[in-house]
T-cell receptor, first 114, second 110 residues
Framework: EPEVTQTPSHQVTQMGQEVILRCVPISNHLYFYWYRQILGQKVEFLVSFYNNEISEKSEIFDDQFSVERPDGSNFTLKIRSTKLEDSAMYFC????????????FGDGTRLSIL | EDQVTQSPEALRLQEGESSSLNCSYTVSGLRGLFWYRQDPGKGPEFLFTLYSAGEEKEKERLKATLTKKESFLHITAPKPEDSATYLCAVHSGSARQLTFGSGTQLTVLP
């Protein structure tokens, strides 16, 4: 069964450094998402991406964050200058073109900011 | 603003002891309600989508139902491998983002 893959599984970074989280969505999917889950808290929406542009973003997704689909398979989340409070699990998800289809999630990247 | 509340926060069952998890929601224009299972250190795994009140979906020991204000995930004769956190999420209006509840951590004891 096709799946969403994320790399790395764990990233440790010094505060203030840039980090790039990578995702390979399911191949025929058209909509891509990033969510985060701070330890012990809810899964929170960050951003959605369609047709090479951001379609929605939350208040969390400020100027520190950016997303990119650099080629036909990868989808990345960049955090420019990391803060301690960016420590969380970051999940990538994808879905097909029909609205209300379920989003399929990867297993996440655990980001630890020191 | 969409709100999703799940109860209980944690539930311990003996193997074979059936129970239900609750997800109550407040949204403007429900487009879909989703149930996911999340194992420790893993991403949410899709279980069910429900679109309208009265709808029911079943998969093995799990059955999801939907009313205008809440959804239930019924677990019949659970096994230890059903132990996980069960997440409820809603999709409303024209937005494609999901709003998640805090989840119910289910433990099934052998």
């Amino acid at each position: 069964e096709p799946e969403v893959t994320q790399t790395p599984s764990h990233q440790v970074t010094q505060m203030g450094q840039e980090v790039i989280l990578r995702c390979v969505p399911i191949s025929n999917h058209l909509y891509f998402y990033w969510y985060r889950q701070i330890l012990g808290q809810k899964v929170e929406f960050l951003v959605s991406f369609y047709n090479n542009e951001i379609s929605e973003k939350s208040e969390i997704f400020d100027d520190q964050f950016s997303v990119e689909r650099p080629d036909g398979s990868n989808f990345t989340l960049k955090i420019r200058s990391t803060k301690l409070e960016d420590s969380a699990m970051y999940f990538c998800a994808s879905t097909g073109g029909v609205q209300n289809q379920p989003q399929h999630f990867g297993d996440g990247t655990r980001l630890s900011i020191l | 603003e969409d709100q999703v509340t799940q109860s209980p926060e944690a539930l311990r069952l003996q193997e074979g002891e059936s129970s239900s998890l609750n997800c109550s929601y407040t949204v403007s224009g429900l487009r879909g309600l989703f149930w996911y299972r999340q194992d420790p250190g893993k991403g949410p795994e899709f279980l069910f989508t429900l679109y309208s009140a009265g709808e029911e979906k079943e998969k093995e020991r799990l059955k999801a139902t939907l009313t205008k204000k809440e959804s239930f995930l019924h677990i019949t004769a659970p096994k230890p491998e059903d132990s996980a956190t069960y997440l409820c999420a809603v999709h409303s209006g024209s937005a494609r983002q999901l709003t998640f509840g805090s989840g119910t951590q289910l433990t099934v004891l052998p």
